[in-house]
């Protein structure tokens, strides 16, 4: 059974750079055929893919975002990271990791979510 | 970016109704769409995947169909507890987008 735990901070001021964690049980980040993604919704809005990292360590990310975003993998703890630099109010929601299924589809397992309020 | 029209945007509908969500894109992207619920401060949840696909676990009055670049999400016979907020994704293109959202209430 594959589970994903967010950790960071919650308070980021502006300008300045939020990180991010999910620590992933149950499987390997660096083994069989999955996406470790992350997503964000802001309070009572719909939600927005951030970014992807595969198995084989390529990443992709939303251009919306400007270059901002990177995901990254600590292979030895078995976690993943974002990282977003330059955050401003419009960054602070509701970040998710999850575990997209390659070979079937679909985002099956996912964190509970961690809230990010950025402000001074 | 390949766009998801979600609609309708909110329904109110009672226990045991049928509810139809419709995604519509922007351009052909095969079967490569999921849908999703989501409680009220709770994460997504995934129903259906690979746009007809029924995920492990997940009631069968949820079901998923394509005819060409419209998707559709239905229940059959709306239960308590899927009164929620309802999204279609698409991973067949970068970046990876989500629809606006559906709002299930009560009528």
């Known amino acids: 059974q594959v589970h994903l735990q967010e950790s960071g901070p919650g308070l980021v001021k502006p300008s300045q750079t939020l990180s991010l964690t999910c620590t992933v049980s149950?499987?390997?980040?660096?083994?069989?055929?999955?996406?470790w993604v992350w997503i964000r919704q802001p309070a009572g809005k719909g939600l927005e893919w951030i970014g992807r990292?595969?198995?084989?360590?390529?990443?992709k990310y939303n251009p919306s975002l400007k270059s901002r975003a990177t995901i990254s993998a600590d292979t030895f703890r078995n976690q993943f990271s974002l990282t977003l630099n330059s955050v401003t109010a419009a960054d602070t929601a509701v970040y998710y990791c999850?575990?997209?299924?390659?070979?079937?589809?679909?985002?099956?397992?996912w964190g509970e979510g961690t809230t990010v309020l950025v402000s001074s | 970016a390949i766009q998801l029209t979600q609609s309708p945007s909110s329904l109110s509908a009672s226990v045991g109704d049928r509810v139809t969500i419709t995604c519509r894109a922007s351009?052909?992207?095969?079967?490569?769409l999921d849908w999703y619920q989501q409680r009220p401060g709770k994460a997504p949840k995934l129903l259906i995947y690979?746009?007809?696909s029924l995920q492990s676990g997940v009631p069968s009055r949820f079901s998923g169909s394509v005819s060409g670049t419209y998707f559709t999400l239905t229940i059959t016979s709306l239960q308590p507890e899927d009164f929620a907020t309802y999204y279609c994704?698409?991973?067949?293109?970068?970046?990876?987008?989500f629809g606006q959202g559906t709002v299930v209430d009560v009528k």
């Open positions: 999850a575990n997209y299924d390659a070979t079937w589809g679909g985002m099956d397992v």
């Open positions: 149950g499987a390997s980040i660096s083994g069989g055929s999955y996406y």
């Open positions: 990292l595969y198995t084989s360590g390529s990443t």
């Open positions: 351009q052909g992207m095969r079967n490569d």
């Open positions: 690979a746009a007809s």
């Open positions: 994704l698409q991973h067949y293109d970068y970046p990876w987008t």
